[in-house]
């Protein structure tokens, strides 16, 4: 399972379009995703991004994708 200081949580979900099916990674994180936000923190947005893919290849997961969700309401 893939842990780390900002992954609240991890969820599977399948996206559906009209020509394919693709495995998606879902994580719930305490970070700001809006770039815009005061708090924003490219580094540890990069880090988590960087591990999620890590996890990816090391477990030879079937999922593609991976959607990062952040657990704060209101960004500007």
Not at 9 to 16: D, F, I, K, L, Q
Not at 32 to 54: I, K
């Amino acid at each position: 399972m893939l842990k780390s200081l900002h992954i609240l949580s991890v969820s599977y979900a399948v996206e559906v379009s009209a020509s394919a099916m693709v495995d998606v990674m879902v994580l719930e994180t305490n970070l700001h995703l809006n770039s815009r936000h005061p708090d924003y923190d490219r580094d540890a947005v990069n880090a988590l991004v960087s591990e999620a893919r890590a996890y990816l290849k090391a477990s030879a997961s079937h999922v593609s994708n991976i959607r990062l969700v952040t657990t704060w309401r209101d960004e500007i």
